[in-house]
């Protein structure tokens, strides 16, 4: 993964896909995470089982919001901000 963009503009949030072409959102957020702790990453998704949710915590993600539920991103990206 490229993550030459991230790292010129430092995101406050970052919205992630767990399907994706070339690879998934969940390595995806595993490798952002590696590089910058600190980078608050939300897995928006369509998948809500407990295995895709317990994933994407393990890989960083701060929140895990279904697609449905898209007002609840504010909450979850800049809580405590």
């Known amino acids: 993964m490229r993550l030459k963009p991230i790292r010129i503009f430092i995101p406050t949030g970052v919205l992630m896909d767990i399907k994706m072409p070339n690879m998934d959102g969940l390595t995806a957020t595993l490798n952002i995470?590696?590089?910058?702790?600190?980078?608050?990453i939300c897995i928006v998704t369509d998948y809500g089982d407990c295995k895709t949710k317990d994933a994407a915590r393990d890989a960083g993600a701060k929140?895990?919001?279904?697609?449905?539920?898209?007002?609840?991103?504010?909450?979850?990206?800049?809580?405590?901000?």
Do not use: H
């Open 33 to 40: 995470k590696n590089s910058f702790p600190d980078a608050n």
């Open 63 to 81: 929140g895990y919001v279904l697609k449905e539920y898209l007002f609840s991103l504010r909450n979850v990206l800049f809580a405590g901000s």
